[in-house]
């Protein structure tokens, strides 16, 4: 069998019986990524010297009988919103091209300490700021389905490598459905865990108390053996909570029979695709065949999600983003009022060095300010694209004096009633199942020109990031085109054993996260 034929909990097995080298696993991903990468943008960077280095060392401790880490051998693709010392760190952003952090985020750290092999850094929407992967300054995500298609974003480069096989599992973040959006287009498992589970230090922000780094893998039994690794307390992350990791992969096992699923009826109102409808209605059965109950619910609020989100977001990627001026952080315009090559970065230590006196309307007081205005103006316009100087203007609009209480504080009590929809869902039901998008992957272009429609891809996922609670996309049918449907189910903080429970029994009954694109398929 071909490594890319195997799962991530059958390669890491086969590494520590010795039946496998982990050398011999990772040149054959990085086979994969060169043959089929420039068909499908996934990866940003590929470390093919950095991974074959820590592969042979990993063999080299298992010859010389010193424990292996966890996840021994395994290749892993990192979204590239994570710091990583070794790689380019962009955000897909021409704000941060080149830029090398002087640390790895927390949760690379952890997948350095399991063993885990780093292949390179996967494609994204500028800053995590979008549904399809087309933001991004270095080109858009193709889905290996389809290749005329977006994969879903923000992490669409870390579906579509998972998707293709050109790394068994991937590291997402997931602000409003970034993680299970593209899974769902790709036809590959993604877990958005509960607000605080896994740490942020070290994801570049996007919209602070929204941001979630999870797993993104074949099955949720894979998920569960990279979650095991990467979820936990970390005194860095103020946000991060002090709670007991459980044996995710150990708790898999286990009946549905008493579980109760919730069903929103108003999920399936107009917008949604009839073949949609269809398979996820399917999935119900199967789950109800399971041994599951389920029950019809309602979320009075759910309706808001999309505006509430679109207000808070980029109100806070307005003060996260303040940073990127030139100045302290990211790319600076030339001097002189000449624009700066496109892309290009001046690297700056933190606190920067101030502009040149005389290079605007005068050599002091008013003209040196007005200098360096225009070069904070000049930087941030050639730095960020449109979808991210369009959130931004939305964020710092509603957050300035006189709107504040009608948009950014109203939007705040919304999000409280939503929160508490979940709370009393979760009284009544164990986990909440539906859609998540409306559509299978659309065409490329086919949104990008219509800001509402690409927000509304998000529907069906905003609401579980504004209440913080936990989510899991996976495969539950195909169109007649032959594009991946997803399912979601949600559940209370803290309930991703019950959520990869499901998920795993589900995906033992059934084999749509077996499916692979005709892409993926091995040269003859």
């Not at 740490?199 to 979650?227: K, T």
């Not at 999935?283 to 808070?312: C, E, K, N, Q, S």
Request: charged share 20%.
């Amino acid at each position: 069998m071909q490594p890319s034929d195997m799962s991530a909990v059958d390669l890491v097995t086969a590494v520590r019986h010795g039946d496998l080298t982990a050398l011999r696993a990772t040149e054959a991903f990085l086979e994969r990524i060169e043959r089929l990468d420039s068909q499908i943008n996934a990866f940003l960077s590929v470390d093919r010297e950095g991974a074959l280095r820590t592969a042979a060392a990993i063999d080299e401790k298992r010859k010389a009988g010193q424990p292996l880490g966890p996840l021994a051998g395994l290749p892993v693709a990192v979204k590239d919103a994570l710091c990583t010392f070794d790689q380019p760190t962009t955000c897909a952003s021409k704000m941060l091209a080149g830029f090398r952090p002087p640390y790895d985020a927390e949760v690379v750290a952890r997948l350095r300490a399991a063993d885990a092999v780093i292949v390179g850094k996967t494609n994204m929407d500028e800053f995590a700021m979008g549904g399809s992967n087309e933001n991004s300054a270095f080109g858009p995500v193709h889905n290996p389905w389809d290749l005329t298609r977006a994969p879903g974003g923000s992490s669409g480069g870390s579906a579509a490598c998972v998707a293709a096989d050109m790394a068994p599992v991937a590291i997402g973040s997931d602000t409003g459905g970034s993680i299970r959006q593209p899974a769902g287009l790709c036809g590959i498992t993604g877990l958005k865990p509960t607000y605080g589970r896994v740490s942020r230090r070290g994801l570049v922000a996007f919209a602070s108390s929204l941001d979630q780094i999870g797993p993104m893998a074949r099955s949720a039994a894979d998920c569960a053996l990279l979650l095991e690794t990467i979820a936990g307390h970390d005194p860095g992350d103020a946000t991060s909570l002090e709670s007991p990791v459980p044996p995710y992969g150990a708790d898999l096992d286990g009946p549905l029979e008493g579980v109760r699923i919730g069903r929103v009826p108003a999920h399936f109102g107009a917008g949604l695709c009839p073949e949609v409808a269809h398979a996820v209605e399917e999935a119900f059965a199967a789950f109800r065949a399971a041994g599951a109950t389920i029950i019809d619910i309602d979320m009075p609020h759910a309706d808001a999600g999309v505006a509430t989100y679109y207000l808070v977001a980029p109100c806070e990627a307005s003060s996260n983003l303040a940073r990127y001026d030139g100045a302290h952080y990211g790319h600076r315009a030339e001097p002189g009022g000449h624009r700066a090559e496109p892309g290009r970065l001046h690297p700056v230590e933190p606190g920067g060095h101030r502009a040149e006196p005389g290079k605007g309307s005068g050599a002091s007081g008013g003209g040196f300010e007005s200098a360096l205005v225009e070069m904070y103006c000049r930087s941030r316009a050639e730095g960020f694209g449109p979808e991210v100087k369009r959130r931004i203007m939305l964020g710092t609009y509603a957050l300035s004096a006189g709107y504040y209480d009608a948009y950014y504080a109203k939007a705040l009590k919304v999000r409280r009633l939503i929160r508490q929809d979940y709370l009393d869902a979760f009284e009544k039901v164990d986990l909440i199942g539906g859609p998540v998008s409306a559509t299978a992957a659309f065409k490329l272009g086919e949104k990008s020109g219509d800001p509402l429609a690409m927000y509304l891809v998000d529907l069906y996922t905003v609401c579980t990031n504004l209440a913080g609670v936990g989510g899991i996309s996976f495969p539950c049918g195909f169109t007649k085109g032959g594009l991946p449907i997803g399912f979601q189910l949600q559940a209370p903080a803290l309930a991703e054993p019950l959520l990869l429970r499901a998920t795993d029994r589900y995906q033992h009954l059934t084999d749509w996260h077996r499916r692979r694109p005709a892409i993926a398929a091995r040269p003859r």
